[in-house]
């Protein structure tokens, strides 16, 4: 079983800017693709971003599309979400996701049942 612990979250303004880590520890991390969701109280979990194995492809939520980006570096079991022109809409709990794969262009991704303990965005108005 692998474990996720993501990171970097904090309080930022509308506009700003932050970047979070998921490194994952366990049995081998790479090359599953990994995802990024978010939660806020009363909702469902949501689909952020999500990437291949390899890193090569990467797909969003519309909502993130063009502010976000999902990185990867296998090397340090890690992966990252940059998020630019951050929301007040963009606050909640952030998670990330190992999936059982995989995910290309054009194919959905699969959720896994291993999650970290998530990371609280606020982004203030």
């Known amino acids: 079983q692998v474990q996720l612990v993501e990171s970097g979250g904090g309080l930022v303004q509308a506009g700003g800017s932050l970047r979070l880590s998921c490194k994952a520890s366990?049995?081998?991390?790479?090359?599953?693709?990994m995802g990024w969701f978010r939660q806020t109280p009363g909702k469902e979990r949501e689909f952020v971003a999500a990437?291949?194995?390899?890193?090569?492809?990467?797909g969003y939520a519309d909502s993130v599309k063009g502010r976000f980006a999902m990185s990867r570096d296998n090397a340090k079991n890690t992966v990252y979400l940059q998020m630019n022109s951050l929301k007040p809409e963009d606050t909640a709990v952030y998670y990330c996701?190992?999936?059982?794969?995989?995910?290309?262009?054009?194919?959905?991704?699969?959720?896994?049942?291993?999650w970290g303990q998530g990371t609280q965005v606020n982004v203030s108005s």
């Open positions: 990437i291949s194995r390899g890193g090569g492809y990467t």
């Open positions: 366990g049995r081998a991390f790479s090359p599953n693709p």
């Open positions: 996701n190992q999936s059982p794969g995989p995910y290309y262009p054009g194919s959905a991704y699969h959720q896994g049942d291993a």
